[in-house]
């Protein structure tokens, strides 16, 4: 091979790299290791973690604790997925496109909007993006947020916003534990009032009055969704008048993971399309009038646009909007929404359970679905601390996001909290289980 | 015709939505051990009745409907995948079983530090590994992707001009550049001004020097650049940047060809992202998810993102969250941590000689298909390359064969096309980038079957123009595709 390409030395192909740049000593690199040694001590590492599989867990917040059906995992990891890229050349790439299609028409049902991109890194990126895509196409530079939107989300907003010369304003919380989505707090300087739906402490917003006291100001309403299961049960915050809806949808069937990778959605109205970011996949004939799909408006797009693209991604989350789509597919029309009604149910039950027990109490009166606060009688991590040591993962301790809730967590029930499970976590928090 | 394929079984399949049929379901529910909700109650008029759009499948339905699917998609476990840029190497089975560890895809972000030291421990590891062989101080592992790598690596930059009150408003970006760098710089309102390559093919000093002032936050650099060329004066730019003040930005897109062999930050760079699903072979899933971890000299540590995690003297983690010049917080939680833990076990696997062998054998196969091309091939900028090459279809404008007539009859052989029409500098440019991965008679197969093209290109233009012709679709309108465009399935197409 080296003969063929004009040279009788390895070293010679590096001639370009000037000697002074090379490195003269091995990388400071572990040598290398079997299989067996690097799975050992992976494994080992594994261990020491605490997980959602290894007991009772009411821990939320952003990242869900679901059952993932089989059929998910067996599915996406046949290699035609997970080693193919960026589906560039249609007629090789037409399982990732019509997946990619199929991902698109779930999302816009499930959101009540038009048109759906094929994924952002995760819940929060998809939120500053959709608020990037609301100054654009109102030309405005404001921001209003809801007082329920999730910390982290509203850190990474800020840190894509930093640059840009927007400003920011928080609708505070009102006593039920809803965004006061009032009107007053807007002008005509304000590009989109972003709520999150279900609120970061679980409350169910009241959209409509988002929409119109966006509208009022011809700004845009963003709903940010972190809790994508919420959708299968709540209207369709495109139905209330949501103009952008983003979220996380990494309950649909995508590992915990630690926070990542998850999949972030984007959903717009078709009147918004060219300002929309991240790919899309579209509907075509090829040169037999066969149906196809491919990449389509890219001129929004990086590889086209350059410093004009409406964003700057390339590579999303393919992999795990294919889990998200199977996982949609599974479920369907009906389990999704006897999913989300076991959801709620169990969190309802926990609600009764709080409500019947001394020393805890909850602070807010609005519907919730799977998630809701707990106040404590208290400080927090040391109820936390006792459930964990009885190997149950309470929830979260909200005193570095909500201080003035005094002590509270975010307390979290999915379809994976048995009865039991739920009686024992709750006597763990007020302290009266032995 | 050498062929990699012969025609099998070629599975036709619906849309999920049209497979649907009342009733069925693909996934049981339990039965509940609470007192059923009452939604009408509890919600009112926040709930939704139904789920109208969602389709209606068993879970055979399902799994034949992916599974057929499946089959319609090139694959590096099929065979080469020579996208240039993308770095499609094989991607290790092992790294697949451990990121599916429960103690890893079911940890969670909020846990305690203390409840999730082998999480902490992997991240310490990881950011020292990729440090070492970036040739940099310190490094982030929050980016989801060499975008967002980007994003953060030019927002710490503009963070360190203002913690120093300096106002810069302009970024250099060579035009030679992936799209993801101009896009990046403008996300940070930064003006971008185009810097042209040399005649061969490289950034020289004086272009550099000649846009090169106080107004110039930043050059963004790839090194090896989008033609496989090493930019071999990459210290003396490097070194003009500074002299007027300004910063450095690595584009770590192609550090697969420079593994063990030499360091960005030996060479200037002070920032740089790594694209963990090229170099350190994270599957690329179709399109991500991907990871681009960004590293920094010492004076852009107080920018990085929080929160960080840190090392106490007892040897146990914490993350820290209080940096005072941190550009903030980048993604929802800690990034894309199943790509991590794949990385980490790769680097681990690998070890220093394998890193080393790695770029060696990407390099090597690189430069023998180039070798087995050139004189049939165009070849815009001969030379010896680093991991990929570029070709240009400029000998088959006499037959009216353009490079997207090559890619697509390159399918009919059973290979992914190359990279095409990038960079933009090349007319009809074919980059190619084959990875360590491939053996010596892979490649001679992949060489042959351009060769066979080229050839054809002259006795038949007809049937390479109008290729593919063994794919299950053939060629796609993408023109009818943007000027009408359909982006969901709706009910009323079904009638028709």
Same mark, same amino acid.
């Given at each position: 091979m080296l003969v063929r390409c004009g040279h009788d030395r390895l070293e010679q192909l590096f001639a370009p790299i000037p000697a002074a740049l090379r490195l003269a000593r091995a990388l400071e690199v572990p040598a290398a290791q079997s299989e067996q040694e690097v799975f050992e001590h992976l494994a080992a590492l594994a261990a020491r973690n605490e997980h959602a599989q290894a007991g009772p867990w009411?821990?939320?917040?952003?990242?869900?604790?679901?059952?993932?059906?089989?059929?998910?995992?067996?599915?996406?990891?046949?290699?035609?997925?997970?080693?193919?890229?960026?589906?560039?050349?249609?007629?090789?790439?037409?399982?990732?496109?019509?997946?990619?299609?199929?991902?698109?028409?779930?999302?816009?049902?499930?959101?009540?909007?038009?048109?759906?991109?094929?994924?952002?890194?995760?819940?929060?990126?998809?939120?500053?993006?959709?608020?990037?895509?609301?100054?654009?196409?109102?030309?405005?530079?404001?921001?209003?947020?809801?007082?329920?939107?999730?910390?982290?989300?509203?850190?990474?907003?800020?840190?894509?916003?930093?640059?840009?010369?927007?400003?920011?304003?928080?609708?505070?919380?009102?006593?039920?534990?809803?965004?006061?989505?009032?009107?007053?707090?807007?002008?005509?300087?304000?590009?989109?009032?972003?709520?999150?739906?279900?609120s970061f402490f679980g409350s169910v917003e009241e959209l409509r009055a988002g929409a119109a006291a966006a509208h009022a100001h011809g700004a845009l309403l963003v709903v940010s969704v972190a809790e994508a299961l919420s959708l299968a049960l709540l209207e369709a915050p495109g139905a209330l008048g949501a103009d952008i809806v983003c979220g996380e949808a990494q309950s649909f069937g995508v590992p915990i993971s630690f926070g990542g990778p998850h999949v972030g959605f984007l959903a717009a109205r078709l009147a918004h399309v060219r300002q929309l970011p991240g790919r899309l996949a579209g509907q075509t004939l090829d040169a037999d009038g066969r149906r196809g799909f491919v990449l389509t408006l890219s001129t929004r797009e990086q590889h086209i646009r350059r410093e004009r693209a409406t964003s700057n991604i390339c590579t999303n989350q393919g992999l795990c909007l294919l889990m998200a789509t199977i996982y949609l597919a599974l479920l369907g029309r009906r389990g999704l929404r006897e999913l989300a009604e076991l959801n709620l149910a169990k969190a309802e039950y926990a609600k009764a359970?709080?409500?019947?027990?001394?020393?805890?109490?909850?602070?807010?009166?609005?519907?919730?679905?799977?998630?809701?606060?707990?106040?404590?009688?208290?400080p927090a991590a040391g109820a936390l601390a006792r459930a964990r040591s009885a190997g149950v993962v309470a929830g979260l301790d909200l005193a570095p996001y909500a201080p003035a809730l005094g002590p509270a967590i975010l307390f979290c029930a999915t379809e994976l909290a048995s009865r039991e499970s739920i009686d024992r976590a709750i006597a763990l928090l007020a302290g009266d289980a032995a | 015709m050498s062929s990699n394929a012969s025609s099998g079984f070629g599975y036709e399949e619906p849309l999920l939505f049209e497979r649907s049929r009342p009733g069925r379901r693909g996934a049981e529910v339990p039965a509940p051990d609470v007192p059923p909700a009452d939604v009408a109650r509890l919600l009112g008029p926040l709930a939704r009745t139904d789920l109208p759009g969602?389709?209606?499948?068993?879970?055979?339905?399902?799994?034949?409907?992916?599974?057929? *699917?499946?089959?319609?998609?090139?694959?590096?476990?099929l065979g080469l995948y020579p996208l240039g840029s993308c770095t499609m190497k094989y991607n290790p089975k092992l790294n697949e079983r451990v990121a599916r560890l429960p103690g890893f895809a079911a940890a969670h972000p909020f846990s305690p530090a203390e409840r999730v030291q082998?999480?902490?421990?992997?991240?310490?590891?990881?950011?020292?590994?990729?440090?070492?062989?970036?040739?940099?101080?310190?490094?982030?592992?929050?980016?989801?992707?060499?975008?967002?790598?980007?994003?953060?690596?030019? *927002? *710490?930059?503009?963070?360190?001009?203002?913690?120093?009150?300096?106002?810069?408003?302009?970024?250099?970006?060579p035009d030679s550049a992936h799209g993801t760098n101009p896009a990046s710089a403008a996300l940070n309102a930064y003006e971008v001004v185009s810097v042209a390559s040399g005649a061969d093919g490289i950034l020289h000093p004086?272009?550099?020097?000649?846009?090169?002032?106080?107004?110039?936050?930043?050059?963004?650099?790839t090194n090896p650049n989008t033609l496989g060329l090493f930019e071999r004066h990459i210290k003396e730019i490097c070194?003009?940047?500074?002299?007027?003040?300004?910063?450095?930005?690595?584009?770590?897109?192609?550090?697969?060809?420079?593994?063990?062999?030499?360091?960005?930050?030996?060479?200037?760079?002070?920032?740089?992202? *790594?694209?963990?699903?090229?170099?350190?072979?994270?599957?690329?899933?179709?399109?991500?998810?991907?990871?681009?971890?960004?590293?920094?000299?010492?004076?852009?540590?107080?920018?990085?993102?929080?929160?960080?995690?840190?090392?106490?003297?007892?040897?146990?983690?914490?993350?820290?969250?209080?940096?005072?010049?941190?550009?903030?917080?980048?993604?929802?939680?800690?990034?894309?941590?199943?790509?991590?833990?794949?990385?980490?076990?790769?680097?681990?696997?690998?070890?220093?000689?394998?890193?080393?062998?790695?770029?060696?054998?990407?390099?090597?196969?690189?430069?023998?298909?180039?070798?087995?091309?050139?004189?049939?091939?165009?070849?815009?900028?001969?030379?010896?390359?680093?991991?990929?090459?570029?070709?240009?279809?400029?000998?088959?404008?006499?037959?009216?064969?353009?490079t997207m007539d090559v890619a697509k009859r390159l399918i009919d052989h059973g290979y992914h096309p190359p990279t095409i029409y990038f960079p933009l500098i090349v007319p009809g440019a074919l980059m190619i980038e084959p990875t360590e991965s491939e053996s010596l008679e892979g490649l001679?197969?992949?060489?042959?079957?351009?060769?066979?093209?080229?050839?054809?290109?002259?006795?038949?233009?007809?049937?390479?123009?109008?290729?593919?012709?063994?794919?299950?679709?053939?060629?796609?309108?993408?023109?009818?595709?943007?000027?009408?465009?359909?982006?969901?399935?709706?009910?009323?197409?079904?009638s028709r």
């Open positions: 009411f821990l939320g917040a952003g990242s869900y604790a679901h059952y993932l059906p089989s059929a998910v995992d067996a599915l996406v990891s046949r290699a035609e997925f997970t080693t193919s890229y960026t589906p560039y050349q249609p007629e090789i790439s037409q399982g990732t496109l019509q997946a990619i299609f199929e991902w698109q028409t779930m999302i816009c049902a499930l959101t009540g909007l038009e048109v759906a991109n094929a994924s952002m890194y995760d819940g929060a990126s998809a939120t500053a993006e959709a608020v990037l895509m609301a100054m654009r196409v109102t030309r405005r530079r404001k921001v209003a947020l809801a007082a329920g939107l999730h910390p982290h989300y509203r850190q990474v907003l800020e840190t894509y916003l930093a640059g840009l010369g927007a400003e920011t304003v928080t609708l505070p919380l009102s006593s039920d534990g809803r965004s006061t989505l009032s009107p007053e707090a807007l002008d005509r300087e304000t590009a989109c009032c972003v709520v999150q739906q279900p359970r709080v409500r019947t027990s001394a020393g805890l109490r909850l602070p807010f009166t609005a519907p919730t679905f799977n998630e809701f606060v707990i106040g404590l009688a208290e | 969602l389709p209606e499948v068993s879970e055979v339905d399902v799994v034949r409907h992916f599974t057929r *699917m499946s089959t319609w998609n090139a694959a590096v476990d082998g999480l902490l421990a992997l991240f310490y590891g990881l950011e020292q590994l990729l440090a070492e062989i970036s040739g940099m101080d310190r490094v982030t592992l929050q980016p989801a992707a060499g975008a967002q790598g980007e994003l953060a690596g030019i *927002m *710490m930059i503009r963070a360190y001009y203002e913690a120093r009150g300096e106002k810069r408003t302009r970024v250099l970006v004086a272009a550099v020097a000649a846009a090169m002032d106080a107004r110039v936050a930043a050059l963004m650099i070194e003009i940047v500074h002299a007027r003040g300004g910063l450095v930005y690595g584009d770590g897109a192609n550090l697969n060809a420079l593994l063990g062999v030499a360091r960005p930050g030996d060479m200037g760079i002070d920032v740089m992202h *790594m694209n963990l699903h090229k170099t350190f072979s994270t599957p690329h899933g179709g399109g991500g998810p991907g990871a681009g971890p960004v590293a920094v000299k010492e004076l852009l540590a107080p920018h990085l993102p929080v929160p960080v995690v840190v090392r106490r003297s007892d040897g146990g983690f914490v993350w820290e969250s209080e940096l005072p010049g941190t550009i903030g917080r980048l993604h929802g939680q800690h990034g894309n941590v199943g790509m991590l833990v794949r990385a980490y076990t790769y680097i681990l696997s690998l070890g220093r000689e394998g890193l080393l062998r790695c770029s060696e054998m990407a390099v090597l196969n690189a430069n023998y298909l180039l070798a087995r091309l050139a004189g049939e091939f165009h070849v815009p900028y001969p030379g010896t390359v680093m991991h990929e090459c570029v070709l240009s279809d400029r000998n088959f404008a006499p037959y009216g064969v353009t001679d197969r992949f060489a042959e079957a351009l060769l066979a093209i080229a050839a054809e290109a002259q006795s038949d233009p007809e049937t390479v123009r109008s290729a593919p012709h063994r794919t299950r679709l053939r060629r796609l309108d993408e023109t009818l595709a943007a000027r009408k465009p359909v982006l969901r399935w709706q009910s009323d197409d079904a």
